[in-house]
């Protein structure tokens, strides 16, 4: 065998050796739907569906925002805020904004629990009730 014979030979065992992993993983995944076994594929929504649970429960902040009376926080500002806060806690958030006349206030609904409404301006404080309140509803399934 010449060198470049050789040199072609490992250049295609290195290339094989790169693929077969990803390449026996979709197949795998095409033989039994799990999507745990997708490369780079999982998604919410397909483990979701996977699994049965399709009454997921979500975190939502509904903000009863009051422009002449948000000072200088705009909704922006507002939305990142509770997104870190909500993210620093390991869950993620979905907020959306209403318009209100009496105060900027947020609620934070987790499937059936109601938590708030809490001022602008003490808002965080309905964070830790609202994860737990969503830890207690969601169903864990490994």
Do not use: C
Request: glycine letters at 8%; charged letters at 25%.
């Amino acid at each position: 065998m010449s060198r470049k014979q050789r040199s072609i030979a490992t250049l295609i065992s290195i290339i094989i050796l790169l693929v077969a992993p990803s390449a026996i993983s979709l197949l795998w995944y095409r033989v039994t739907g799990d999507p745990l076994l997708r490369p780079l594929g999982i998604t919410r929504e397909k483990l979701r569906a996977y699994y049965g649970t399709g009454d997921w429960i979500e975190i939502v902040a509904e903000v009863e925002w009051d422009t002449a009376r948000s000072g200088n926080v705009t909704r922006a500002d507002m939305e990142r805020a509770l997104s870190n806060a909500f993210r620093a806690k390991g869950v993620d958030v979905h907020v959306v904004f209403k318009e209100g006349h009496s105060g900027t206030r947020v609620v934070y609904r987790i499937g059936p629990s109601v938590i708030g409404p809490y001022p602008q301006t003490r808002a965080a404080e309905g964070i830790n009730a609202a994860v737990e309140a969503y830890r207690m509803n969601v169903p864990f399934k490994p």
